[in-house]
């Protein structure tokens, strides 16, 4: 029998247990009980809610997996909850961050089947980009959650031919506040680079520039990168930003690219693009109607957009990164 016949209808629709997930996570149920607190009583107050109700989201996890409950009335950590107190897990989770948005969603995936467009604006009543806008303090958490708290310091080996000896200016285009850049010009004291993204997101950056020990070497430039880019740089870097957008976005954000690095610059797509036809995310299906493409998809829109992909291939790292020359 295949792992498919064997599927449980049942358990594959089950939205109780991933909820009762979240609003764990939401309440700091796992640091709570880290720090002393594990008694349903004490945990209750603590994480100011109410204390039947907690009890039995918490026995209904216990029974998934998700916590241990050695005496009545009593929980502790398992392995599996000890992941809840991960940063970038409890991120990824919390209903009061943008983890809600990613959560609810989910609510709108119809639409977004019916119609092949995005049904984000019918839960919260605006598009994606512009509902972070209204909230910075959802806006604050995104960015966390795409920089380094939520993934980690990011691999700024990102060229896949010619090497870095000719390479002196970098911009990288919606590289939100600035890490991958700041990776790059720590590790490469001659090179220059500017940060292009909205202007509530490089206005944060600064602390990230200082820390790296590069300000000097760094500008931003508060902006949309569907507007004209900053011309004549070496390097052109879209790290995870084409999969958020559809065909005609994305195609639009490359001419924008293509435009300033003509006649010798190099752009580098960094996520978003995979050799293996299976891959999605249908999580930017449902926020921002994006996704992701196969490299024959990307090598037609590139070459829409007047660039032609000069490589593609995994790097060491697990990332898939394709290059790009203007034509």
């Given amino acids: 029998m295949t792992e498919q016949d064997s599927a449980d209808l049942t358990a594959l629709s089950d939205l109780c247990t991933p909820w009762c997930v979240h609003v764990a996570a939401t309440l700091r149920i796992a640091d709570h009980i880290a720090a002393g607190t594990t008694d349903i009583d004490n945990l209750a107050a603590a994480a100011g809610c109410d204390r039947d109700s907690l009890h039995r989201v918490l026995r209904h996890l216990v029974g998934k997996g998700l916590f241990e409950q050695p005496a009545p009335g009593r929980f502790a950590l398992n392995e599996a909850a000890q992941g809840l107190l991960d940063p970038p897990q409890h991120l990824g989770l919390d209903l009061d961050g943008f983890g809600g948005r990613m959560a609810y969603a989910w609510g709108s995936l119809l639409t977004a089947v019916r119609t092949g467009k995005t049904g984000y604006d019918e839960v919260f009543g605006r598009p994606f980009w512009a509902d972070l806008d209204a909230h910075p303090d959802i806006a604050a958490s995104f960015d966390a959650l795409m920089g380094p708290l939520g993934h980690g310091t990011p691999d700024p080996e990102v060229l896949l031919s010619g090497g870095w000896e000719s390479v002196r200016t970098v911009v990288d285009v919606g590289g939100g506040t600035g890490a991958l850049l700041a990776e790059i010009l720590r590790g490469r004291p001659e090179a220059h ?29 508060g902006q949309s990168f569907f507007d004209r880019l900053p011309a004549g740089a070496d390097l052109y870097l879209l790290k995870s930003v084409l999969s958020d957008w559809p065909d005609r976005e994305a195609a639009a954000i490359l001419s924008r690219c293509a435009e300033a690095a003509r006649p010798a610059g190099r752009v580098v797509v960094i996520g978003g693009v995979s050799p293996d036809p299976g891959a999605d995310d249908l999580l930017m299906m449902v926020l921002v109607g994006g996704k992701e493409r196969t490299v024959d998809e990307f090598r037609v829109l590139a070459g829409e957009a007047g660039l032609e992909v000069s490589a593609a291939e995994r790097q060491p790292s697990g990332r898939f990164v394709v290059e790009c020359r203007p034509t």
Avoid at 207 to 219: I, L, M, Q, S
């Fill in 193 to 221: 680079g500017t940060l292009v993204d909205l202007p509530r997101t490089v206005a944060r950056s600064g602390e990230t520039f200082r820390a790296a020990g590069v300000a000097e070497r760094a500008t931003t430039i």
